[in-house]
């Protein structure tokens, strides 16, 4: 009966021990967190203002439009111990188009938090390695600086916790890409530019949890 009564006691510790560290581990966290990855289908308008261009060949010159272009992008987030602080990596699959590698800092100005689940609001400095768009370097990847205002809405925040859909976010971002664009005299494809580029485009996403399915 000692001998049960013992093997009761020691298995009821062994149980409660590996509880209590995982939630210590949840609950702890050093610099950075736990990474949660995320699936962004976005659809991306710019540059916002073309700038005028003239075709080399007949001298006729117009003002670039802005085209719409459809991307998938894979967002690993980085929280870390700082409420306001986040890092992001992200790999994006434009449709078509080569893939581009983006590095963010997000500095929070609203966090869930602060509107009880509805609404983030984040500037971000990213580090865009993407295709060259001046003369000499298309055919290769360049670093590029590109600051972000992002404003995201959880739209079913209304529904219980644990549910999947919960966590889905509506997000719209203002973009201004600051380095890497075509320059005044510049020719690409036939057109010289008469102008500087301008930087600014607006995107719209759909952000959806992968891993973990239900975030904390």
Not at 81 to 86: A, D, F, G, L, Y
Not at 163 to 182: H, K, Q, V
């Amino acid at each position: 009966m000692r001998v049960l009564g013992g093997l009761r006691v020691a298995l009821g510790i062994l149980a409660f021990v590996p509880t209590a560290r995982a939630e210590e581990t949840e609950e702890k966290c050093v610099v950075l967190c736990r990474p949660a990855l995320k699936l962004e289908p976005t659809l991306a308008v710019g540059p916002l203002v073309g700038p005028q261009v003239q075709n080399v060949t007949t001298g006729e010159v117009q003002t670039l439009p802005p085209k719409a272009a459809f991307q998938l992008t894979l967002g690993l987030g980085i929280p870390t111990e700082w409420r306001h602080v986040r890092f992001t990596l992200e790999s994006i699959f434009p449709v078509p188009g080569r893939p581009e590698l983006e590095a963010e800092l997000n500095l929070f100005l609203l966090t869930e938090e602060m509107t009880r689940g509805w609404v983030e609001l984040h500037f971000d400095v990213v580090d865009q390695l993407s295709p060259g768009m001046r003369p000499d370097v298309l055919d290769s990847y360049t670093h590029k600086l590109d600051l972000e205002l992002d404003l995201a809405v959880f739209v079913f925040n209304w529904l219980p916790e644990g549910n999947w859909l919960r966590n889905i976010e509506l997000e719209a971002s203002l973009d201004y890409l600051a380095t890497g664009l075509p320059r005044r005299g510049d020719v690409i494809d036939g057109q010289r530019y008469l102008e500087d580029a301008r930087g600014w485009s607006v995107s719209f996403l759909l952000v959806m949890p992968l891993a973990p399915l239900v975030p904390q």
